[in-house]
């Protein structure tokens, strides 16, 4: 395995313990993501979307990897969850976003809310790779505010009819299922949630998003419902409890891009190792040069940092896993996570800048291995929680509920 992957693996395992078959997972993780390297390359100079990433994954069989078994998954625990998500992020975050979409937002929130049934149908095919799913809330009109959702529903015969649009939607165009949320058209209550198939000709996507200023190799689109019928056996969740099923999937989600964020620190670590070591001016390696070891401290420090609270929100979700009715604990997740996405976006941006610095005038080229880290990961201050969102939840949760800036 590479090799700082690997110091963190024996360290977990070490701490907290890790089975034969968790150590399994995380070694097909290694070589899925040493596979993808010259595939995410290429097609970033491109600026097109990966097409081998669900290809690759599912020939490691890790498109299910926190699904139960008996749903196709490989069942693992939240922890071992990020740390396969770290190691995929030593690739870029265009691997995460497909991974995390997919797996945190698509496929747990079906295994947490959906029925027996539906458990049946999307999961296993999803596990396997036959399926991709996508996660569809953010509209033109609503994204930090999600009761701002214009997107509403009617019912009709045996199910419901949507309306509306989804803006920047990673998986948009590629998904076969998307998870998405509605309000009632004649109002009266909150949003529900609804499994979608895309092959229903009420359902477009518009077009494919591609003015991003990074990400290029993950898929964005705005897509369309223009009375796509959904069947009342594929409403997720009691009807107008859209909020909780949402809410639910992003607190899954903000842990994947916090582990995702991780392995960018990790990846921009090693690479400026390698250019310390290898690049000479002013007579001697730059890495002996003082001011280019302020930068490696910075990588480094937040490397570890970030990593052990992307890990302890992943053991407290886990410990939530045993226990989903203690509503304390959900709570205790949900803080952990968003400081951990916050604090892991915020210092993976900031160690990309840093790597930049270290390559000089070459790490401003698109060709850099670094410059994609900077590009992309400015997007993990944004999507699944702005800073601003999360600041806000983190403020409330030492506060108490009376000082919620948002009801």
């Known amino acids: 395995m590479e090799q700082l ?17 968790e150590l399994a997972i995380l070694g097909d993780a290694d070589a899925a ?18 097409p081998e990433v669900p290809v690759v994954l599912k020939k490691h069989n890790l498109m299910g990897v926190p699904i139960k078994e008996e749903y196709g998954g490989r069942g693992a625990r939240q922890l071992v969850q990020a740390l396969f998500l770290e190691r995929m992020g030593q690739t870029g975050m265009g691997v995460i976003t497909f991974a995390d979409v997919h797996q945190c937002l698509g496929s747990l929130t079906i295994q947490d809310w959906g029925t027996e049934e539906q458990k049946q149908r999307y999961l296993p095919r999803a596990a396997k790779g036959d399926a991709v799913l996508a996660y569809a809330l953010t509209e033109p009109e609503a994204g930090s505010d999600p009761g701002s959702l214009k997107a509403t529903y009617t019912k009709e015969g045996n199910g419901f009819r949507l309306s509306g649009s989804k803006y920047l ?18 109002g009266g209550k909150g949003p529900t949630a609804f499994i979608v198939d895309t092959k229903d000709k009420g359902y ?17 689109s705005l897509l369309t419902y223009d009375g796509a019928f959904v069947s009342k056996d594929d409403m997720l969740g009691p009807e107008g409890k859209g909020f909780s099923v949402a809410y639910s999937a992003l607190l899954n989600g903000r842990i994947g891009i916090g582990s995702g964020c991780v392995g960018v ?3 921009c670590l090693n690479q400026v190792k390698e250019r310390a070591t290898s690049r000479t001016q002013h007579g001697k390696q730059i890495g002996k040069h003082q001011l280019i070891q302020k930068h490696i401290a910075f990588i480094e420090s937040s490397l570890e940092a970030c990593r052990w609270l992307v890990y302890r929100a992943a053991i407290k979700k886990d410990e939530f896993e045993k226990d989903t009715k203690n509503i304390p604990l ?10 951990a996405k916050y604090m892991a976006s915020r210092c993976a941006f900031e160690s990309a800048d840093h790597a930049v610095q270290c390559f000089g005038g070459f790490g401003y080229s698109i060709m850099s291995p670094v ?7 400015r997007v993990a201050r944004i999507y699944e929680g ?12 030492v506060l108490g509920k009376d000082f919620e800036a948002y009801k």
């Open 5 to 21: 992957f690997q110091s963190a693996v024996d360290e977990v395992s070490r701490l907290l313990g890790l089975e034969e078959k």
């Open 330 to 339: 959900r709570n205790e997740a949900d803080r952990l996570s968003a400081v």
């Open 33 to 50: 993501a040493s596979e993808l390297v010259v595939s995410e390359f290429e097609k970033y100079v491109e600026r097109k979307y990966n």
């Open 371 to 377: 410059a994609k880290h900077f590009l992309d990961t």
């Open 265 to 267: 620190m990790a990846d």
């Open 386 to 397: 702005t800073d601003e969102i999360m600041e806000l939840k983190i403020a409330s949760s």
């Open 169 to 186: 939607i990673s998986n948009g165009s590629v998904a076969t299922n998307l998870v998405t949320f509605a309000y009632p058209k004649e």
């Open 204 to 220: 477009s996507v518009d077009m494919r998003l591609e003015e991003k200023i990074g990400l290029f190799t993950s898929d964005t």
